[in-house]
């Protein structure tokens, strides 16, 4: 497949840049593959379309503060983006600066400028970079590091985001983009969802910077994905058969999710899984591991609108994409969501 099959028309100020005041405050689309229908709803009706016994799998990662800004030697401005830590002082990251910093370079924080980095090297995209002095990375990003707002959200990070471009679940620290699909759950939402029996399990999955890498090659059998590092424990693979062999219904909260998931059960059968993965889910990939999505709207050409597509096929969704334009559908990280049920028999029937 080619990377053009996956575009779509978006105008620009449907890209939300701030949140709504309420999380659950959000409108839901709701895409049946099964029947080609589109319902338009509101996030807080979703518990509604579930029934008890159901089960809904989010990711527990929590975003760190993982963008930095310092100076090189010639004044040059530099900003960083934390990739991965690959021990307490080194670490990869994206590096934008006016001229591309040479192995060697030394970069002083703004915001503190007795805090000296060092690049030491290139790992494909990724600069390594090493911290000079007794502060671990984690301690200087926790000290002065900013949320790291996407890059078509075009203002600063402010002091709300660190509480909003967070979910309200997320307890394991280690991710630079938030999984977005959470984000409409409060706690409120939540509770309702247990009172009505629906039960809830986690997976880790730590969200790399190269989530927002574009794909640069035409043809998608070329493309290379990231590394993110995720986790599924046994304890969830057997809450998940166990739902399963219920004829309840297994959603999955996010393409971080079900990244994960389907990364668990790429040897045919699902299992506990603790490493990294590269997995790239485009058309003719086979889903094994859950039975509905909920989900946020995706960037026109990205791995997460093949991932969709792939989900319940590249016209229903683009067709599903063209009404929330026409509807005026908030899209991207502080955008709206969509609850997907797929075409195929093997995704449990949600009662719409």
Known sequence: MQLADFDYLLPDDLIAQAPLAERSASRLLVADARTQRLDDRQFREL?????????????????????????????????????????????????????????????????????RLHVRGREGEFYVVEFEGALPIDEVLVRYGHIPLPPYI????????????????????????????????????????RERGVEQGFVTLHVGAGTFA??????????????????????????????????????????????????????????????????????????RAFDALITNFHLPRSTLMMLVSAYAGREFMLGAYRHAVAQRYRFFSYGDAMLIVPPSPEGAALAL
């Not at 309200?168 to 969802?193: C, E, K, Q, S, W």
């Not at 959603?251 to 668990?264: D, S, W």
Request: with cysteine; aromatic share 6%; charged share 25%.
């Open 47 to 115: 518990p509604e379309l579930l029934e008890a016994g159901d089960l809904l799998v989010f990711n527990d990662t929590r975003v760190i503060p993982a963008r930095l800004f310092g100076r090189k030697a010639s004044g040059g401005r530099v900003e960083l983006l934390l990739e991965r830590a690959t021990a307490s002082h080194t670490a990869l990251f994206q590096i934008k600066a006016s001229k591309s910093p040479r192995v060697g370079t030394s970069i002083t924080l703004e915001a503190d400028p007795t805090v």
């Open 154 to 193: 075009q203002r600063a990070d402010s002091a709300a985001d660190r509480e909003r471009y967070q979910t309200v679940y997320a307890r394991n620290a280690g991710a630079v983009a938030a999984p977005t699909a959470g984000l409409h759950f409060d706690h409120a939402l939540l509770d309702v969802l």
């Open 214 to 287: 574009p794909v640069r090659v035409e043809d998608l059998s070329n493309h290379q994905m990231h590394r993110e590092w995720l986790k599924v424990d046994a304890e969830l693979v057997a809450r998940i058969e166990a739902t399963r062999a219920a004829g309840k219904r297994v959603i999955a909260v996010g393409t971080t999710v079900v990244r994960a998931l389907e990364t668990a059960a790429a040897g045919g059968q699902l299992a506990a899984f603790c490493g990294d993965t590269q997995i790239f889910i485009y058309p003719g990939h086979r889903f």
